[in-house]
């Protein structure tokens, strides 16, 4: 069985390794990659990697409707984040985290897009969507480039500690293949 999902000419997404937790870490560490996420800054390896070997294997997806792919760097296969894979019902929801390294480089919506293409010419899924904070501008932009749209502005929608105690506001993103077979 191989780890491999699928590729382009410069990334792959691919399940856990051992040896990935330590770069991954260092993202889910990150306090300022950390501020738009519903969740606290990992306080240590072993916490990333007990995710990782929790939730990025083959069939962590059926298995949880959750799933973490990595993204690594297709010669060389060092990782330079994650991509977070959730399922409701016919929808695919994608989450992108990058290390901060390699923000700027495209690799964002090279993941995005992938995923996407990916997940969208699956017959049982009816939508490729997500969400980024109407703050984030930087991920809007990495999403859009990936091929997603706006679709709506969904007022209160999560918890980012990091920001504030009060609900955040969000775009709510689908992927434009799938908007466009509908």
Request: hydrophobic share 40%; net charge negative.
């Amino acid at each position: 069985m191989s780890d491999l999902i699928i590729c382009s000419q410069k990334i792959s997404l691919r399940y856990f390794k051992a040896g990935d937790e330590v770069p991954i870490y260092q993202y889910c560490s990150d306090f300022e990659a950390s501020l738009y996420l519903a969740r606290a800054p990992h306080r240590c390896v072993e916490q990333t990697e007990k995710v990782l070997k929790t939730l990025s294997y083959q069939g962590s997806l059926s298995d949880n409707a959750k799933s973490i792919l990595m993204i690594v760097l297709k010669d060389s296969q060092e990782p330079v984040g994650q991509l977070t894979i959730v399922q409701q019902g016919g929808n695919i929801e994608l989450h992108i985290g990058i290390l901060q390294q390699w923000w700027g480089n495209g690799v964002a919506s090279e993941a995005l897009n992938l995923a996407a293409q990916y997940y969208a010419a699956m017959p049982e899924v009816l939508t490729v969507v997500s969400f980024t904070d109407v703050e984030h501008e930087a991920a809007l932009k990495a999403f859009q480039r990936a091929g997603f749209n706006i679709v709506c502005v969904k007022k209160a929608y999560y918890l980012a500690p990091l920001i504030s105690a009060n609900r955040r506001d969000v775009y709510w993103l689908e992927y434009a293949e799938k908007l466009e077979t509908k």
